[in-house]
């Protein structure tokens, strides 16, 4: 069998189970929340809005909405395992002063860290069913048509964006990006760069560099 096509299809049975265990946030599900400053609490979350998520402590109880300010990461608990999501900062602009944090599904841990961040295209604004008219709310549990890959060292500050996946790419130079994100393994540059690994292979080049490049 093409190498090729056994990474494709691992690659996209992966993505398959995280869209469907995102599918399933239709009813409140167990969480831990926790703080940048090591504190934690546990409840329930029944919506994630972007970085936004609404919690309570009690199942039955009153959910209200939590900023992203100050929080470091959710552990999710439900039937089909555990999903950690952390927040983390991107820069559109490498040069920009400024960052936006992102809610991301930790997909892969090690020296680089392999996120994915699911979102509708179409919906960049924060759409609380009043915004520009529009009826309907954009939530995660609602089902998504994208989903950006970001990368992370532990010791960077800002994710790197390798690509966007999905019914629209945004994002056309993911063979130079890539390359230049692995720069200090040059025989996965090789890979990238000769076709070997290609987006839909993240998590293979992420398992391989953290593997074989240390």
């Known amino acids: 069998m093409n190498k090729n096509i056994f990474l494709n299809k691992r690659y996209f049975i992966s993505l398959l189970l995280v869209i469907f265990s995102t599918l399933l946030f239709s009813q409140s599900k167990k969480a831990t929340v926790f703080y940048k400053n090591g504190d934690s609490i546990q409840g329930f979350i029944s919506r994630i809005n972007y970085d936004h998520i609404k919690f309570s402590k009690e199942k039955k109880g009153k959910y209200k909405w939590l900023k992203p300010k100050g929080l470091d990461k ?24 400024k960052s936006k944090t992102r809610l991301a599904i930790l997909v892969l841990k090690g020296e680089v860290n392999y996120y994915i ?22 939530y995660y549990d609602e089902g998504f048509n994208q989903v950006r890959l970001y990368v992370k060292r532990d010791n960077e500050k800002y994710v790197t964006l390798l690509s966007t996946s999905g019914q629209v790419v945004f994002s056309k130079n993911f063979k130079k990006t890539a390359s ?11 890979k990238i760069e000769s076709g070997y690994y290609k987006k839909a ?3 293979e080049m992420v398992e391989f560099y953290n593997k074989e490049c240390k």
Do not use: A, W
């Open 74 to 97: 959710l552990i999710i608990y439900s039937e089909d395992g555990i999903q950690e999501r952390h927040y983390v900062e991107h820069k559109k602009k490498k040069n920009s002063k």
């Open 117 to 138: 961040e699911p979102y509708n295209f179409g919906s960049g604004f924060r759409n609380d069913g009043k915004s520009f008219g529009m009826s309907q709310n954009f």
């Open 180 to 190: 230049d994100y692995f720069k200090d393994c040059l025989e996965l540059v090789s």
């Open 201 to 203: 292979n993240v998590t």
